[in-house]
């Protein structure tokens, strides 16, 4: 049967990734592997059922139905609840090109779109073909929380099943949020627009939130009192009041500790809930992001370790080389040891974070997930990270955030049947994906 | 007569001033014979002299110590408990070449084209700059004014604060000449360019000066040659660029290259070592100290500033004030100047920095005298209170690098300038402006 | 970029500390010779001859040295993200306090010069810029414990070339002209008015409607945070510090600001306020110059360095402000130059640095002076302040030391970047001159192109 499988694989070569039996079995069962679950515990010699999407038995002690395609593990494949990516940008229309930005009568007064509100937007109108939607399903990812390029007000956020065909990507959840930033409106020399600064995006966005409150509560007095002056409605600032109302959270891109902060000023006003974004500062504020009880969802993109240290690291391991002795200024040695330092802060955020108590996810803010084995061994290797805690911050820990913990982010009878088969444990070193099931459906990946 | 005046009106008006801004000093000079008594004389090259005299005969001092007769014929100046310094010289400046830096039409400092030794800021040196007398009532004598554009900007010149003509106030007219060279370093965070193109940027640039003096060579061998012994040749046509490096390949005009931190230092070094034809100065320096022996090895002076924030985060902030002492320690020649135009006047302040933190005053009164001279060849001339030498001086009530000093007579060219400037007519008519006569 | 976090002071952190035989230069009440100055959690609470230390707290020797109030910089653009939000002549929505990076190595340096308080400023590209934010140079803490509390809230306003040439000349809006910019601010007063009207009016009718049921709802007025802030300055709340060079500029703001009844207001910059110093002494308006700037644009060809002098003379409160990162670390010597050129006595000169920036930015009940029960923000020096010879030796801020050249590490950057070896680019900080005069234009330059993409100010 495995001979089976490895064969059908091949057939399919040059393809990428393919759809198979999805459509022409009842079901499906995967025997005879090791399942991680997110609490970090293993099962071996597992077997996994699964029909129309949904977990149906799982466990050591499952019999097989007859009408369930069986696929034998062998006892060497590895599987992984689907990994969740918290926030991404995956499959959105790229911004335009700030050439391409007429210049503006009014550069102070801009039509929505050039001063970056477009809180409108929803991605499951805008998806676009995007190789990181295939990038990602080998990297263990099986469904996603999706937003618009953009800036201070970019769109609507949306969860995803994935699949390398960005027309197959199926939404699981809309209007989960909205997606903000700090970022200035778009634009160089003589296209750019108000706010050009951090200020600015600060100052308007508060007036946009006044602006919404006020068509608001024209919409409802009109409502009531049709002889009233009908408001302008207006798709923009309707679509704040999600945030106007605190009827969904607001995800917000923020690295700095000061950003943080400013973004916790604007909660305190408007009472909105926050997600952190990426939050490669947050450590700095974890005790307050507990109190508050804001989730984050992590980016890992951290900077590469010092050359000098990542250096010093290899001659350690093969210290059989003689290694030669550096010859570096006083002052070059403490600015070494602040620099690691800060490096160190960097690379173990997430694990101060969960130690404060804040629920801490996983977005790929940035990442280019070709890089997220380097990241991860970063992560065990620097950031005091277990494997545990890395399954659990991809799967569960997102699923949480995002409020799809009951369907995703565990392998558990009932659940949504979204779920990676790798070749050998996670961390170990050329461990790949070699089926995804998102959803239910089967994606092969041809060995690369 | 009264037909100019009218026109000196109606050109005030229409650059919109009123008449008195437009004041002009109608003080005469004091000239002729002239002596100092009861100072402390700061002579700078032969200690200091107290309750000194000083002669000043027309342009010249003739007499600096202890006793001399004083005739008749010489106008006394008690300056009993008052200090005595030579003119003290600000080595860059843009003075006289830009008025209002805003202003493009006021400012001649920056001709077109890559290489331009053949420019003279002489030429440009407009002697009725408002800002003239601003700057020599404060005891800055003397400046080398530079031009700043291109790879080559031109020939930057000594000029004395008094005079109504280029011509009255050159020292010298080819005092240096300036060179821009390319930065290997890159700009730093705000600078976009990959390292690839930096590095390409900077060969080409460089190779494009090198050519420039290949040939400047080549041309001066030529000229040579034909000079020694025209019979029988036809004499090569005239290059005015090329004549103008001719000075400078002999040595005679030395080359100022603007550098900063310490791979730009370290870069100029290894290519003025190529160029040993040629004299040069540092300008700028700011990560000096960081290379202060290499500067001190290669025989560099430097013109450099104190009052600068640090050019690395993670800098002492007192490096710059330190920078031009550790250079002098580690045997460089310093000279302190201000980088400044209107505001030239702040170089005994940028020259005090250094001397509070680690340079002392004695040598930093240096870097403002005697060193600049030195560096570009008018020790002759100016730079220190000696018999023989060109009466630029000024007395001051104190330590004339105090802000507290007040600077109360000051000589150019044995001219006793009259104290006033538009500043201080501007203060005058101002400080109590609806007071009446009666 | 990471923050290491190197410091865990606190806003809330006051220190208390003796210091003792002192000459101290009170500003207020003459300089003391041989005094002693006790602070505690904060706050000067003793100053007199032998003092004695309280249990547990800490005494520096003065003798020979001189004690003087915080230098206090009316006009700094030190450590903020962004100056100029340059894209409307009118911005006064937007606020320094949202843009203050705490972590600008330039702080230190700054306490290193005996400073302890900034106005931290919007640059002057607007007519009417945004608000600013006063600082205590809290080196080490957050954005928001480096704010001085209860500071009155200021705002900037700019007149003459800069803000004519950003959106006249740059993006073909007005103003372009001096009579435009008197017309902008005109014209933002009066709807700032008419929105206060028709706000006010909208949350009457909606209380009426919303909680008695009565008549017909409303149709809302959305609160606008332009107009709101303008509303402020009008009734009192905000004082304007506004960016100005000529004399005839300066008047007209006088009379604006008569004809809406605003009045504390400082002109900064202001080269020419020495042309009409009585007409300002009269009006009560302030005035926060540089010691000896011009010529580097046309607004301030005729002006002069004894400007500070001539307006003290004639009854002005003035400062003298750095609006630039080196001046900031040495303006005890700029007011020095103040002495220099117009004969101000030196106290006076001293007051331009401490107690009447303090004044013009609401702070002068707690800073500016030493005296009982003010703040703890003083430095000492080893000579007299004023002599180019001194040297600030500890600053205090709250009583709590944040400088002391006794240990004085090169490298005190709080905020770290681990992707920056020791020699790469980044490490370079663009040096600013004591000549550096553009400062109030970063951010703005683009709107003008490269051409002349330097030297404003």
């Known amino acids: 049967m495995r001979k089976f499988i490895l064969l059908l694989a091949l057939l399919f070569v040059g393809f990428g990734i393919q759809d198979i039996f999805a459509q022409t079995t009842p079901a499906n069962a995967l025997k005879n592997v090791t399942i991680h679950n997110a609490d970090g515990s293993t099962t071996e010699s597992a077997t996994i059922v699964w029909r129309n999407g949904v977990i149906e038995a799982i466990g050591t002690n499952v019999t097989i139905p007859f009408d369930a395609f069986e696929i034998d593990g062998g006892d060497s494949l590895h599987v992984y609840p689907g990994f969740i990516d918290g926030l991404s940008t995956m499959g959105s229309p790229a911004l335009p090109r700030t050439q391409d930005l007429p210049r503006l009568e009014e550069p102070g007064n801009p039509p929505y779109d050039r001063a970056g509100i477009q809180p409108e937007r929803k991605p499951s109108e805008l998806l676009t073909e995007d190789d990181g939607f295939e990038a990602a399903m080998k990297a263990g990812f099986t469904s996603a929380a999706l937003y618009p390029n953009g800036f201070m007000l970019p769109g609507q956020v949306e969860a995803f099943y994935l699949s390398a065909d960005h027309a197959d990507v199926e939404l699981i959840k809309e209007t989960m949020g909205l997606a903000g930033s700090f970022e200035e409106a778009p634009g160089g020399w003589g296209s750019g627009a108000y706010p050009s600064t951090q200020m600015g995006v600060m100052a308007q966005f508060r007036q946009v939130m006044f602006d919404a409150t006020a068509l608001q509560q024209h919409m409802k007095y009109y409502e009531q009192n049709p002889e009233m002056p009908a408001p302008d409605r207006d798709r923009v600032l309707e679509a704040m009041f999600p945030l106007v109302n605190n009827s969904a959270p607001f995800f917000f891109e923020v690295d700095t500790k000061e950003h943080i902060e400013r973004i916790l000023k604007l909660q305190d006003q408007f009472g909105f809930d926050v997600v952190i974004v990426s939050g490669k500062e947050a450590y700095a504020k974890a005790d307050e992001l507990n109190r508050r009880n804001i989730p984050v969802l992590a980016g890992i993109d951290f900077t590469d370790a010092p050359d000098w240290y990542a250096e010093m690291k290899k001659e350690d391991n093969d210290s059989e080389e003689a290694s030669e002795e550096e010859e570096i200024s006083e002052e070059e040695q403490m600015y070494r040891e602040k620099q690691l330092e800060a490096w160190k802060a960097e690379v173990s955020n997430i694990k101060k974070l969960m130690d404060a108590g804040v629920s801490v996810g996983f977005s790929s803010a940035g990442l280019d997930l070709k890089d997220l084995t380097k990241k991860m061994e970063v992560l065990l290797d620097e950031g005091g990270l277990t494997e545990n805690d890395l399954v659990a911050l991809m799967s569960i820990n997102t699923a949480n955030i995002l409020g799809l913990n009951r369907t995703h982010g565990s392998l558990q009878q009932g659940k949504n049947a979204s779920f990676s088969v790798f070749d050998k444990a996670m961390t170990e070193d050329k461990a790949k994906v070699l089926h995804s099931i998102s959803n239910g459906t089967i994606h092969e990946f041809k060995g690369n | 007569m009264k037909k100019l005046n009218i026109f000196a009106v109606l050109v005030a008006l229409l650059f919109g001033l009123t008449a008195t801004a437009e004041a002009q000093i109608t003080d005469k000079p004091e000239y002729g014979k002239i002596a100092i008594t009861g100072a402390t004389l700061h002579t700078v090259t032969n200690g200091t002299i107290e309750g000194g005299i000083i002669l000043i005969d027309g342009d010249e001092i003739t007499f600096v110590g202890e006793n001399a007769r004083i005739t008749n014929e010489y106008t006394r100046i008690d300056a009993s408990g008052k200090h005595v310094y030579p003119g003290f010289i600000d080595g860059w400046s843009g003075l006289g070449l830009v008025e209002i830096s805003a202003v493009p039409v006021t400012v001649d400092d920056s001709e077109l084209g890559q290489f331009n030794p053949h420019m003279y800021a002489f030429t440009a040196f407009n002697p009725h700059s408002a800002s003239v007398p601003v700057t020599r009532v404060s005891g800055v004598t003397t400046v080398l004014s530079h031009p700043s554009s291109g790879s080559i900007s031109g020939k930057a010149s000594v000029m004395d604060l008094w005079g109504y003509s280029p011509d009255s106030m050159a020292v010298k007219k080819s005092g240096a000449l300036v060179m821009n060279l390319p930065s290997s370093g890159g700009g730093g965070w705000w600078d976009n360019r990959s390292e690839e193109e930096i590095k390409k940027q900077y060969e080409e640039n460089l190779k494009e000066i090198n050519d420039f003096i290949d040939k400047a060579r080549f041309y001066d061998r030529m000229m040579k040659a034909y000079e020694a012994d025209p019979s029988g040749k036809t004499k090569p046509d005239h290059d005015p660029r090329m004549e103008a490096m001719r000075e400078v390949l002999a040595g005679e005009v030395p080359v100022v290259i603007s550098v900063d931190d310490e791979k730009e230092i370290l870069d100029a070094l290894e290519w003025i070592k190529k160029h040993n034809d040629m004299r040069f100065i540092f300008e700028g320096v700011s990560e000096g100290w960081r290379v202060a022996e290499e500067i001190a090895e290669a025989g560099v002076p430097v013109l450099t500033t104190t009052l600068y924030t640090p050019s690395r985060d993670y800098d002492n902030y007192q490096r710059p004030y330190q920078n031009p002492g550790l250079m002098a320690e580690a045997g460089v020649k310093v000279a302190i100047v201000s980088n400044d135009t209107e505001n030239s006047r702040n170089t005994a302040f940028e020259a005090g920095y250094a001397a509070t933190y680690g340079m002392g005053t004695e040598e930093a009164v240096r870097a403002v005298t005697i060193n600049p001279a030195e560096i570009f060849g008018v020790d002759d001339k100016l730079g220190s209170l000696e018999a023989g030498k060109q009466a630029n001086l000024f007395i001051a009530d104190g330590d004339p690098f105090e802000p507290l000093t007040k600077i109360e007579h000051v000589f150019i060219q044995g001219y006793k300038i009259p104290m006033d400037s538009r500043q201080i007519q501007l203060y005058q008519e101002f400080l109590d402006r609806d007071a009446v006569n009666e | ?457």
């Open chain 3, 1 to 457: 970029m990471i923050a290491a976090f190197a410091f865990t002071a606190q806003a809330q952190d006051k220190g208390s500390v003796l210091i003792q035989n002192a000459t101290v230069i009170t500003v207020t009440n003459g300089d003391l010779e041989e005094t002693d100055v006790l602070i505690r959690d904060g706050i000067i609470r003793e100053i007199g001859k032998d003092l004695n230390a309280p249990r547990g707290v800490e005494t520096v020797d003065a003798t020979g040295k001189f004690v003087m109030p915080g230098i206090i910089d009316a006009h700094s653009h030190l450590n903020g993200v962004d100056i100029n939000e340059g894209r409307n002549p009118v911005t006064a929505e937007v606020t320094m306090e949202e843009s203050v990076d705490p972590n600008e190595v330039g702080i230190y340096h700054a306490l290193a010069g005996g400073a302890t308080a900034i106005h931290l400023m919007h640059g002057s590209a607007n007519v009417i810029g945004g608000q600013g934010e006063t600082l205590k140079l809290r080196y080490g803490t957050t954005q928001e414990g480096m704010k001085f509390e209860d500071a009155k809230r200021t705002i900037k306003f700019a007149l003459g070339e800069n803000p004519t040439r950003v959106h006249g000349q740059g993006n073909g809006v007005q103003p372009r002209t001096r009579m435009g910019v008197e017309q902008v601010i005109r014209n933002h007063f009066d709807e700032a008015l008419d929105y206060k009207r028709k706000r006010e009016a909208y949350l009457e009718a909606k209380e009426n409607y919303d909680r008695r049921g009565r008549g017909t709802p409303p149709v809302p007025v959305a609160e606008n945070l332009r107009y709101e802030v303008l509303n402020d300055i009008i009734e009192g709340e905000i004082y304007v510090h506004c960016h100005s060079y000529r004399a005839d500029e300066i008047l007209m703001l006088v009379r604006v600001f008569n004809d809406y009844g605003i009045e504390n207001y400082t002109f900064q910059h202001a080269n020419e306020a020495f042309k009409v110093a009585p007409e300002l002494a009269k009006h009560g308006a302030m005035t926060s110059v540089f010691s000896d700037w011009w010529a580097y644009k046309f607004e301030v060809y005729y002006s002069t360095a004894f400007n500070a002098s001539i307006l003290n003379a004639n009854g002005v409160i003035n400062s003298i402000n750095s609006d630039n990162d080196q001046l900031l670390r040495t303006l005890n010597h700029e007011a020095a130059k103040v002495v220099r050129y117009g004969d101000t006595s030196v106290n006076d000169a001293i007051k331009m640095i401490t107690l009447h920036p303090a004044i013009q930015l609401g702070i002068d009940d707690r800073v500016g002076s030493i005296e009982e029960g003010k703040h703890g923000d003083l430095a000492i020096w080893s000579g007299h302040p004023l002599s180019i010879y001194s040297k600030a030796e500890m600053t205090f801020v709250d009583g709590t030391k944040y400088f002391d050249r006794e240990n004085d590490p090169d490298d005190m950057r709080i905020q770290i970047n681990p992707g920056a070896d020791f020699d790469d680019g980044s490490n370079f900080r663009e040096i600013t001159t004591r000549r550096e005069t553009d400062a109030c234009l970063q951010d703005a330059f683009i709107l003008f192109g490269e051409q002349s993409a330097h030297n404003h100010n």
